[in-house]
């Protein structure tokens, strides 16, 4: 898939929001230079089990040090044969080498800046430190399904940093569109904060208007415990709910003066929830779902991901692969979407550290 063909992005980010960023755009065939630290390069190349491979094979490693006047120097030259910039310094850090958006747009109006951070580049909240876990506490996101956990250090889902990468590729790609409009570059402020909110965006507009954030527990819709392991199951419309008790062999459960209505159920969510199970306790969750499914019921057997990841199903979606790495062949998820009968897997080795910064930068030596 090379719609992005032509296309050069230099990656100044680290970690993962940015790299997740730059990673989509080299799915769709921008040339990414990764430009990292000497020494250590990407503070997450030595984390275990592919997690640095997930967000940078296909692209190219160049080694800079931005601390000296030299590395700065071979940046601008690189900037200047570039499309986009993208980094997640904290605000200000990119002022400091001499990157801000000011001396950039007057230097290269073409090039557009991508500025990954935790609450923006402006605003009382900008200068606070971030990561993942932090901006969604502060934001609320963690409290919407994280309430009434027993165990404080339940950190929760990891999904805020890959979802702030993806709004900051969607929010590239719409600035390369407007640029084919007006031949300028542009700035962009995306902060994982505003992507929380967009993420949860529904609950937002709930707690703003006096509701709640949480679409809190209904007792016809859950995960519940079958003979071997635990399904989801959706009966929450009364159609379904009375295909639901058919099926499971309770035919007159509605029927008890606890479970009769929706307010007697969700006063008696225990003892509904406990009748659910004894029935689901005759047959093994796949068993159950083959027979929901054929029912028009919602539901799914609460499996591993890498259940599903090497299942039938994944392995037809064609988007996963295997990409060359120094320590062997990792597993790497492509794009999220499907064009035609285009290729969507990730392509490129996962570049060593410095790897390609002598065919880049032949003046570095």
Excluded at 118 to 139: F, N
Excluded at 229 to 258: S, T, Y
Excluded at 260 to 266: L, P
């Amino acid at each position: 898939m090379n719609v992005l063909e032509g296309i050069r992005v230099i990656d100044l980010t680290h970690a993962l929001a940015g790299p997740m960023c730059t990673q989509q755009l080299a799915l769709l065939g921008a040339e990414v230079i990764k430009i990292e630290p000497p020494g250590t390069g990407d503070d997450f190349r030595p984390r275990p089990h592919g997690r640095f491979a997930a967000v940078n094979a296909g692209k190219k490693s160049v080694v800079l040090d931005l601390k000296s006047a030299q590395g700065r120097e071979a940046l601008l030259s690189l900037l200047a044969t570039a499309d986009v910039v993208v980094e997640n310094f904290r605000p200000g850090g990119a002022a400091s080498l001499g990157l801000d958006w000011d001396r950039l747009h007057q230097d290269f109006p073409r090039l557009i800046s991508c500025s990954i951070s935790g609450y923006g580049q402006d605003g009382p909240m900008a200068p606070m430190p971030a990561i993942e876990w932090s901006v969604q506490a502060t934001s609320g996101l963690s409290n919407v399904y994280l309430r009434g956990r027993d165990d404080p250090l339940d950190l929760g889902i990891g999904i805020l940093d890959p979802f702030t990468g993806y709004v900051a590729f969607s929010g590239i790609l719409a600035a390369l569109i407007k640029r084919q409009r007006t031949d300028r570059g542009e700035r962009l402020d995306v902060a994982m904060l505003d992507a929380a909110y967009v993420l949860a965006c529904g609950s937002v507009t709930a707690a703003l208007l006096g509701g709640s954030d949480s679409l809190g527990s209904r007792p016809t819709m859950g995960r519940y415990m079958a003979r071997d392991r635990r399904i989801f199951i959706a009966a929450l419309h009364p159609k379904w709910l009375a295909r639901l008790v058919d099926l499971i062999g309770a035919p007159d459960l509605l029927k008890d003066e606890r479970f009769a209505t929706e307010a007697a159920r969700n006063g008696n969510a225990q003892a509904f929830v406990a009748e659910i199970e004894r029935h689901l306790a005759s047959r093994d969750a796949h068993e159950w779902e083959a027979m929901l499914m054929e029912a028009g019921i919602p539901a799914g057997v609460m499996r591993s991901i890498a259940e599903t990841a090497n299942g039938d199903h994944v392995r037809g979606r064609d988007f996963i692969a295997a990409v060359d790495t120094e320590n062997g062949p990792v597993p790497v998820v492509g794009t999220g979407f499907r064009m035609g009968d285009e290729r969507r897997k990730a392509v490129g080795a996962v570049p060593r550290l410095g790897e390609h910064t002598r065919t880049i930068l032949p003046q570095a030596d």
